[in-house]
């Protein structure tokens, strides 16, 4: 009796302590939000407002790849939320129901017949994991994606292994379902699933799996089709926008910095890689392998390579390995039955102990990131060339190994919402603007139009084939694209260079920059303006190299003779 007492206190402190952790990251990174997050929500916004799954009304452009967290924002939107908080209430609910999916999923497999002590494992990594917290929070849809993902994934490994009902490969099947729908990379895990579906049938007689594979396959058509034939329909076809831009080819660069993106999150607490490796080897000598196992591993190394190839992620704490951690997890803790006999009392203690201090480390390592970009203004012509090569040596990848959750919103969503207020009160409605940074400006500045110079919700940009990058900036993921001759053509009344709060033409930062700065209709038609924005009201300014004066040096260009008069 006392035994047991003494294992309920332990457990119970093993997990205050977590939750302590779990708290602290909620805390430390409240104010964290993305600037990409914004893109959704300027959707979320013309759906609410009746202007459909727009980005500027009445111009189609999938320029998002999260349908469903879109529709779960605008309907919480809907209930009186502003957007910002709605896509929060999301992510939120969707980390807790992770939680609970996977306690609740553990409790079984623990009684039947694995280890109990250890099932805590899994779940202190995933509630005190920093890169769920921080995307729990920054406004996109890796949490929903995670959970949906982890839901398919963690119930049809019981199929593949010969002991699910087919009741698990129906919720297996439609979370995948809604997965895809959430982001489209969730389609490479339901063809690694539907391949060792096929393989426990093949090895199977008694037909049970065989059945799994064409209810799996059924349900997932049943629920999928009817949205793609409404995409193919809205949109006029099966890929999003978001995939042309980054369809700019693959080269040793990228996948060189694709590895390194990959290889900085195994170097990083609470290392999970590298410690599931170690308890694999273990498991392989032990012989104590299955089916299920294979499935896992699978999942998550073809997953890797699939992120290697892409060239990584430009934005901070590793949201494309995010989904990875609660499978890794999983397979940890099927590969910890080969220590079963060395796992009991204080060596349990022990493990537990060492879990707390690896996750622990997230909050020593996990430090702000600094708006270190220079400044572009009052730069001369003949600086071009050094501020390139300085641009050139700042490794975007060294950056993400060192800063991760930024506990402060992203510095273009900080600069973004200050530029989008200030066109909203100065600049007429209705203006057609012409911009690199289509998220916080476009948002706060709702009743104009856009051209997104980068392509994400232009599709003849995006589209556009690119030769050579002769921009720094062009090899960030998302980057490449641009073309000045087309921006100009649309004529725009409004020219926003560079970044976020603009810069000379002179010096440019990405390619419609570059194109329109050797064009001489843009000379000829737009005339430079710069402004000064009074920030020192806002809370945070000095945290931004922009901002931290009190004031932002706001540059744009305005057509020579725009119709639309000023306000």
Same mark, same amino acid.
């Given at each position: 009796?006392?035994?047991?007492?003494?294992?309920?206190?332990?457990?119970?402190?093993?997990?205050?302590?977590?939750?302590?952790?779990?708290?602290?990251?909620?805390?430390?990174?409240?104010?964290?939000?993305?600037?990409?997050?914004?893109?959704?929500?300027?959707?979320?916004?013309?759906?609410?407002?009746?202007?459909?799954?727009?980005?500027?009304?009445?111009?189609?452009?999938?320029?998002?790849?999260?349908?469903?967290?879109?529709?779960?924002?605008?309907?919480?939107?809907?209930?009186?939320?502003?957007?910002?908080?709605?896509?929060?209430?999301?992510?939120?609910?969707?980390?807790?129901?992770?939680?609970?999916?996977?306690?609740?999923?553990?409790?079984?497999?623990?009684?039947?017949?694995?280890?109990?002590?250890?099932?805590?494992?899994?779940?202190?990594?995933?509630?005190?994991?920093?890169?769920? $917290?921080?995307?729990?929070?920054?406004?996109?849809?890796?949490?929903?994606?995670?959970?949906?993902?982890?839901?398919?994934?963690?119930?049809?490994?019981?199929?593949?292994?010969?002991?699910?009902?087919?009741?698990?490969?129906?919720?297996?099947?439609?979370?995948?379902?809604?997965?895809?729908?959430?982001?489209?990379?969730?389609?490479?895990?339901?063809?690694?699933?539907?391949?060792?579906?096929?393989?426990?049938?093949?090895?199977?007689?008694?037909?049970?799996?065989?059945?799994?594979?064409?209810?799996?396959?059924?349900?997932?058509?049943?629920?999928?089709?009817?949205?793609?034939?409404?995409?193919?329909?809205?949109?006029?076809?099966?890929?999003?926008?978001?995939?042309?831009?980054?369809?700019?080819?693959?080269?040793?660069?990228?996948?060189?910095?694709?590895?390194?993106?990959?290889?900085?999150?195994?170097?990083?607490?609470?290392? $999970?890689?590298?410690?599931?490796?170690?308890?694999?080897?273990?498991?392989?000598?032990?012989?104590?392998?299955?089916?299920?196992?294979?499935?896992?591993?699978?999942?998550?190394?073809?997953?890797?390579?699939?992120?290697?190839?892409?060239?990584?992620?430009?934005?901070?704490?590793?949201?494309?390995?995010?989904?990875?951690?609660?499978?890794?997890?999983?397979?940890?803790?099927?590969?910890?039955?080969?220590?079963?006999?060395?796992?009991?009392?204080?060596?349990?203690?022990?493990?537990?102990?060492?879990?707390?201090?690896?996750?622990?480390?997230?909050?020593?390592?996990?430090?702000?990131?600094?708006?270190?970009?220079?400044?572009?203004?009052?730069?001369?012509?003949?600086?071009?060339?050094?501020?390139?090569?300085?641009?050139?040596?700042?490794?975007?990848?060294?950056?993400?190994?060192?800063?991760?959750?930024?506990?402060?919103?992203?510095?273009?969503?900080?600069?973004?919402?200050?530029?989008?207020?200030?066109?909203?009160?100065?600049?007429?409605?209705?203006?057609?603007?012409?911009?690199?940074?289509?998220?916080?400006?476009?948002?706060?500045?709702?009743?104009?139009?856009?051209?997104?110079?980068?392509?994400?919700?232009?599709?003849?940009?995006?589209?556009?084939?690119?030769?050579?990058?002769?921009?720094?900036?062009?090899?960030?993921?998302?980057?490449?694209?641009?073309?000045?001759?087309?921006?100009?053509?649309?004529?725009?009344?409004? $020219?926003?260079?560079?970044?976020?709060?603009?810069?000379?033409?002179?010096?440019?930062?990405?390619?419609?920059?570059?194109?329109?700065?050797?064009?001489?209709?843009?000379?000829?038609?737009?005339?430079?303006?710069?402004?000064?924005?009074?920030?020192?009201? $806002?809370?945070?300014?000095?945290?931004?190299?922009?901002?931290?004066?009190?004031?932002?040096?706001?540059?744009?260009?305005?057509?020579?003779?725009?119709?639309?008069?000023?306000?």
């Amino acid at each position: 009796m006392k035994s047991e007492a003494k294992s309920l206190s332990f457990f119970l402190s093993v997990a205050f302590a977590a939750i302590a952790i779990s708290f602290t990251g909620f805390y430390l990174n409240r104010f964290f939000y993305h600037d990409d997050a914004f893109i959704s929500l300027r959707y979320a916004y013309n759906l609410i407002h009746g202007n459909g799954l727009t980005w500027n009304p009445m111009e189609r452009v999938e320029g998002y790849s999260n349908f469903l967290y879109i529709i779960l924002i605008s309907l919480t939107g809907r209930m009186g939320f502003d957007l910002v908080t709605a896509s929060r209430v999301v992510n939120i609910s969707a980390f807790i129901t992770l939680i609970v999916f996977m306690w609740l999923y553990l409790k079984h497999i623990g009684e039947d017949g694995y280890l109990r002590d250890i099932a805590f494992i899994p779940l202190i990594f995933t509630a005190t994991s920093f890169p769920l $917290i921080t995307w729990t929070l920054g406004g996109l849809e890796t949490p929903l994606f995670t959970l949906l993902c982890t839901m398919g994934i963690w119930l049809v490994s019981d199929a593949i292994n010969g002991r699910g009902g087919l009741s698990s490969v129906i919720i297996s099947s439609v979370a995948f379902s809604l997965s895809v729908m959430t982001r489209p990379d969730g389609i490479i895990f339901v063809l690694i699933t539907v391949i060792f579906l096929y393989a426990a049938a093949i090895k199977d007689t008694d037909g049970r799996n065989d059945n799994g594979l064409y209810i799996f396959i059924g349900v997932f058509l049943w629920t999928f089709l009817p949205y793609l034939f409404w995409k193919v329909y809205y949109y006029g076809g099966i890929l999003p926008n978001t995939y042309y831009v980054r369809a700019v080819g693959v080269g040793i660069r990228t996948i060189g910095e694709g590895f390194a993106y990959v290889m900085y999150y195994w170097a990083y607490p609470p290392y $999970i890689f590298p410690i599931l490796v170690i308890v694999l080897q273990y498991s392989l000598f032990k012989r104590k392998w299955d089916r299920r196992m294979s499935y896992l591993s699978s999942i998550i190394a073809v997953y890797l390579i699939y992120i290697v190839y892409i060239g990584g992620d430009h934005m901070p704490a590793y949201r494309f390995i995010a989904p990875l951690i609660p499978p890794s997890l999983l397979l940890l803790y099927l590969g910890l039955r080969s220590l079963s006999s060395r796992l009991y009392g204080k060596r349990v203690l022990l493990v537990y102990i060492n879990l707390l201090f690896l996750v622990s480390l997230q909050i020593r390592e996990f430090v702000p990131l600094p708006y270190n970009r220079p400044v572009l203004k009052n730069w001369r012509p003949a600086d071009v060339l050094k501020i390139q090569k300085k641009l050139a040596s700042t490794s975007w990848k060294a950056m993400e190994k060192k800063y991760l959750a930024p506990r402060r919103i992203d510095p273009p969503a900080f600069l973004g919402a200050i530029v989008g207020k200030y066109i909203a009160k100065n600049w007429p409605e209705g203006s057609l603007i012409a911009l690199n940074t289509a998220g916080a400006v476009p948002y706060f500045a709702p009743k104009n139009r856009y051209i997104d110079m980068l392509g994400v919700n232009d599709p003849f940009i995006a589209k556009r084939t690119i030769s050579s990058r002769p921009l720094p900036w062009q090899f960030v993921p998302g980057y490449s694209k641009g073309d000045g001759a087309y921006v100009l053509s649309k004529n725009p009344d409004y $020219i926003i260079v560079g970044p976020i709060y603009g810069n000379d033409i002179s010096i440019p930062v990405f390619l419609s920059d570059l194109e329109m700065s050797r064009n001489p209709e843009f000379y000829n038609n737009y005339e430079w303006h710069r402004v000064k924005i009074d920030v020192g009201y $806002i809370e945070g300014y000095e945290n931004y190299k922009a901002t931290h004066s009190g004031f932002m040096t706001f540059i744009y260009y305005k057509r020579t003779n725009s119709p639309i008069p000023p306000k």
